[in-house]
């Protein structure tokens, strides 16, 4: 079946705009992580979603990051105000459940925004 | 909170020879899991393999093994008989009770023919 994927694959926009980076989880899958990885660097967690709502968003940076899950299938990671330092890849990763660290996290080819 | 360290930012390998990545973290947890994640170029975060904490046998998938030293909070990842196609990023991570997952910085394996 199809995997986790994002769109777009990658973003180019301005200092002081506003962006969103969409995720569609593998069908089934309840569980939903959102992370970031600068360059050089391994990936951080951001927030994760257990159906509709956020279990956890501890690892959003700030108020300028959020993110949504309506319907408890695709979620969007909205960025307003964009920074030069919020040019990242971001990954999203579903799996079944949360709460079960055993069941794997499968991750989309992330999309790689790069603010000028 | 939970630390994981990689200290080798890069690791050469031969085809057909073994390769050791280490990995070290910090927890006061008893609930977690460990993995290895191989990023290639194309960004895919693909697992490779997987432990739980309280298992004391060392987890096995095809030619890549863990040696997991929970007393030294040691998770090293071994490649045997390396191919070409083994050439990428390499991470540690340490998920908690609710999936989340802590990375390292990671280890580039570079394998030569």
């Known amino acids: 079946g199809a995997g986790v994927s994002q769109t777009p694959s990658n973003k180019v926009t301005e200092k002081g705009k506003y962006v969103e980076l969409r995720c569609d989880p593998i069908?089934?899958?309840?569980?939903l992580y959102w992370y970031r990885q600068s360059l050089g660097q391994g990936p951080e967690f951001l927030i994760y979603f257990q159906g509709t709502g956020a279990a956890d968003d501890s690892g959003l940076p700030n108020d300028r990051f959020f993110a949504v899950r309506p319907e408890g299938s695709v979620s969007t990671l909205k960025i307003q105000r964009t920074e030069r330092g919020d040019s990242a890849v971001y990954l999203c990763?579903?799996?079944?459940?949360?709460?079960?660290?055993?069941?794997?996290?499968?991750f989309g080819p992330g999309t790689r925004l790069t603010v000028l | 909170a939970q630390t994981v360290t990689q200290s080798q930012p890069e690791m050469s390998v031969q085809e057909a020879e073994t390769v050791t990545l280490s990995c070290t973290y910090d927890t006061s947890e008893s609930d977690y899991y460990l993995f290895w994640y191989k990023q290639p170029p194309s960004r895919q975060m693909i697992l490779v393999i997987r432990q739980e904490a309280y298992k004391q046998q060392n987890a096995t998938e095809n030619r890549f093994s863990v040696n997991f030293q929970k007393a030294a909070k040691s998770f090293s990842l071994k490649i045997s008989d390396s191919q070409l196609g083994d050439a990428a990023m390499y991470f540690c991570?340490?998920?908690?009770?609710?999936?989340?997952?802590?990375f390292g910085a990671g280890t580039q394996v570079v394998v030569t023919p």
């Open positions: 991570a340490y998920g908690d009770s609710w999936g989340k997952l802590q």
């Open positions: 990763a579903s799996s079944l459940e949360l709460g079960k660290s055993y069941n794997e996290q499968f």
């Open positions: 069908s089934g899958h309840t569980a």
